[in-house]
């Protein structure tokens, strides 16, 4: 933004960021800039919203090492203003970048909220459904767009206990939903290419974007870059609303 913000401008931005920052578990660092002038904020109208965001914890465990959103014209309710809140009075879109280091991808697969989803996974496996509960997993992002992972599970229909090792490339699928997987290799004893595979997929599942959603933002993904140590997700955002406190 050019140009320091004027007190109205200061007086939006720190009611936004007290409110953000109520919902958040955790947060290092979080700054708001909102920009209009006196006349349109009286009209329900601002020019832009940019939110900056280090170290935001939500779901007790999912970090984000840094999160960046920025929009353009947004339309909000005055009168909330005069009670400390900021009310949109239609939903905006932005863009927004995410980073995620590999501590914190790591970090999300152990936690209370996504753990319980690693087990009783339904896996269709050579025409055969078996049933498997993932006990250890961790990934590293090596660099060169590649995802290293290593994971134990047991298959509860034979109480084997299997590890799993695979480096893969993971692309976003053409209608931006989904992430495919091109496994470069892996090892596992036991362990067959389309097991190996589809167990991947499910770990990707659990880092959907949608489970890093900030409160009153949803995202979708439209691009990511996989980087040594980290991952770069860029994504569309709609903000149906400015979190109160």
């Known amino acids: 933004m050019n140009g320091e913000p004027g007190l109205g401008e200061q007086a939006l931005s720190k009611i936004a960021e007290v409110g953000i920052t109520s919902q958040l578990d955790e947060v290092e660092e979080l700054n708001i800039d909102i920009r209009t002038d006196p006349i349109k904020a009286i009209q329900g109208e601002v020019d ?72 009783n996974l339904k896996l269709q496996v050579q025409e055969k459904l078996i049933t498997i509960d993932i006990q250890q997993v961790e990934l590293s992002l090596p660099g060169e767009g590649k995802l290293s992972m290593c994971a134990e599970f047991l298959v509860r229909e034979t109480g084997e206990v299997k590890q799993v090792s695979a480096i893969v490339v993971p692309q976003l699928k053409k209608n931006q939903q989904q992430i495919s997987l091109e496994i470069l290799s892996f090892e596992g004893h036991g362990v067959t290419h389309e097991l190996a595979n589809t167990l991947i997929e499910q770990l990707m599942k659990l880092l959907d974007l949608k489970n890093f959603d900030v409160p009153g933002m949803s995202l979708q993904l ?13 994504a569309t955002t709609k903000i149906d609303q400015i979190p109160s406190s």
């Open 48 to 119: 832009s919203v940019a939110i900056e965001g280090k170290g935001m914890v939500i779901q007790q465990d999912l970090r984000m090492e840094k999160i960046e959103v920025k929009t353009d014209t947004v339309s909000i309710d005055p009168l909330s203003v005069v009670f400390g809140n900021i009310e949109l009075t239609q939903p905006t879109n932005a863009d927004a970048r995410i980073l995620l280091k590999a501590t914190d991808l790591n970090r999300a697969l152990s936690s209370d909220y996504l753990r319980p989803k690693l087990k």
């Open 222 to 234: 439209k691009e990511f870059e996989v980087e040594k140590d980290q991952l770069v997700l860029h």
